[in-house]
């Protein structure tokens, strides 16, 4: 982090570069989502919820009467997911936003409290199509900066490439020599098998967090090394707002894409059960509450939503990641405009 404020000229004229190559590749995703013949929507930040994932942190305004009187506690979004699935049981069919999202407790060289999400549905679409999609994406972004691969730190990825498709159980199976499909709900069994992998995690540690330490430690900066690589089918408790898996109800219809090593996009097969729905979100914030001794409470137009919605699939996608990596900047403020004030 520098001590310079970005606002110094000479600050500003070093980080230029990015920031221009940065208005290319919003255009030329822009671009690419018009001639797809996606709607483009504007969502809404301020929300009832701002999402209910155990370790997703929000800010959190109040809404005041006329009199200044307080009437409610609203949140800015982490996400634009939640009215985006209203839109889609509305009757919208292709939608995209382009959307500002806050998340707390976040910040670094890949992390912005501040971000801009690319967030996008397709109704009749299959996880394979939004795959699709996403690589054609991050090939688009690229050509926008005229550079010709990917690039983070050492690590280096061409998405001209065939990109790699790789499921958690052999993420898990090459990288860190464990079979998921064995410790499945087990967590004493996953402790130990990560122990055994060199990945210690504290006494209490739930299943979640042991299945985060090993791909952390493990797994993710293998991915995405010189071509794409799409991890996909993951444990249903990993995908709180995915489908399972229909050939294995354990897993959903989840993936993550990588480049150099950095998760640059998320995307479901969208579950529309609202009880399954409400279930998972009801266990996430009970797990938040214990951990945070917080936790936020649920979007009920969501839930009644969701029957409404049709098979659908989407993606949320890292944009200011995506810059950095296409244009080889060195941390997220190199590519934002104004960056957060503490950085």
Same mark, same amino acid.
């Not at 701002?50 to 005041?64: D, Q, W």
């Not at 299959?126 to 054609?136: F, G, I, P, R």
């Not at 090459?174 to 709900?185: G, H, M, S």
């Given at each position: 982090m520098s001590d310079t404020p970005w606002w110094d000229a000479k600050r500003h004229a070093d980080r230029r570069p990015f920031l221009l190559a940065r208005n290319k590749v919003r255009s030329a995703l822009r671009?690419?989502? &018009?001639?797809? &013949?996606?709607?483009?929507?504007?969502? =809404?930040?301020?929300?009832? !919820?701002? =999402?209910?994932?155990?370790?997703?942190?929000?800010? !959190?305004?109040?809404?005041?009467?006329?009199? =200044?009187?307080?009437?409610? &506690?609203?949140?800015?979004?982490?996400?634009?997911?939640? !009215?985006?699935?209203?839109?889609?049981?509305?009757?919208?069919?292709?939608?995209?936003?382009?959307?500002r999202v806050y998340r707390n407790r976040e910040s670094g060289p890949l992390h912005s409290p501040e971000f801009t999400m690319i967030e996008w549905y397709r109704t009749g679409a299959s996880?394979?199509?939004?795959? %699709?999609?996403t690589a054609n994406l991050a090939r688009l972004a690229l050509n926008a900066t005229q550079a010709t691969q990917m690039m983070w730190k050492n690590s280096s990825c061409d998405p001209h490439k065939?990109?790699?498709?790789?499921?958690?159980?052999?993420?898990?199976? #090459?990288?860190?020599?464990?079979?998921?499909?064995?410790?499945?709900?087990?967590?004493?069994?996953?402790?130990?098998?990560?122990?055994?992998?060199?990945?210690?995690?504290?006494?209490?540690?739930?299943?979640?967090?042991?299945?985060?330490?090993?791909?952390? !430690?493990?797994?993710?900066?293998?991915?995405?090394?010189?071509?794409l690589t799409f991890l996909y089918n993951y444990p249903i408790c990993e995908a709180a707002l995915a489908r399972p898996c229909r050939d294995d109800p354990r897993f959903a219809e989840r993936f993550e894409m990588y480049a150099c090593g950095v998760e640059l996009a998320n995307g479901? =097969?969208?579950?529309?059960?609202?009880?399954?729905? #409400?279930? #998972?979100?009801?266990?996430?914030?009970?797990? %938040?509450?214990?951990?945070?001794?917080?936790?936020?409470?649920?979007?009920?137009?969501?839930?009644?939503?969701?029957?409404?919605?049709?098979?659908a699939s989407g993606v949320a996608l890292g944009f200011d990641r995506l810059v950095m990596l296409c244009s080889n900047a060195r941390r997220i403020d190199d590519v934002l405009w104004t960056p957060f004030p503490s950085q």
């Amino acid at each position: 982090m520098s001590d310079t404020p970005w606002w110094d000229a000479k600050r500003h004229a070093d980080r230029r570069p990015f920031l221009l190559a940065r208005n290319k590749v919003r255009s030329a995703l822009r671009n690419w989502f &018009e001639n797809e &013949e996606f709607l483009e929507v504007e969502c =809404g930040a301020l929300q009832i !919820s701002p =999402g209910n994932e155990t370790h997703l942190h929000a800010f !959190s305004s109040k809404f005041l009467d006329e009199d =200044g009187s307080t009437n409610q &506690e609203l949140f800015l979004h982490t996400s634009p997911e939640f !009215s985006c699935k209203k839109l889609l049981a509305a009757g919208e069919t292709k939608i995209v936003d382009f959307a500002r999202v806050y998340r707390n407790r976040e910040s670094g060289p890949l992390h912005s409290p501040e971000f801009t999400m690319i967030e996008w549905y397709r109704t009749g679409a299959s996880l394979k199509d939004v795959m %699709k999609d996403t690589a054609n994406l991050a090939r688009l972004a690229l050509n926008a900066t005229q550079a010709t691969q990917m690039m983070w730190k050492n690590s280096s990825c061409d998405p001209h490439k065939e990109p790699e498709f790789l499921t958690l159980t052999d993420a898990f199976s #090459r990288y860190a020599d464990i079979d998921l499909n064995a410790v499945l709900e087990d967590t004493p069994a996953f402790k130990a098998a990560a122990a055994k992998a060199g990945v210690s995690v504290s006494d209490g540690a739930e299943w979640t967090d042991i299945f985060s330490a090993v791909l952390v !430690s493990k797994i993710e900066d293998k991915l995405g090394i010189d071509r794409l690589t799409f991890l996909y089918n993951y444990p249903i408790c990993e995908a709180a707002l995915a489908r399972p898996c229909r050939d294995d109800p354990r897993f959903a219809e989840r993936f993550e894409m990588y480049a150099c090593g950095v998760e640059l996009a998320n995307g479901f =097969g969208e579950l529309t059960d609202p009880i399954e729905q #409400r279930k #998972r979100f009801e266990a996430d914030m009970i797990l %938040k509450l214990a951990y945070y001794g917080e936790n936020y409470p649920l979007d009920e137009e969501l839930l009644a939503a969701l029957p409404h919605i049709p098979d659908a699939s989407g993606v949320a996608l890292g944009f200011d990641r995506l810059v950095m990596l296409c244009s080889n900047a060195r941390r997220i403020d190199d590519v934002l405009w104004t960056p957060f004030p503490s950085q």
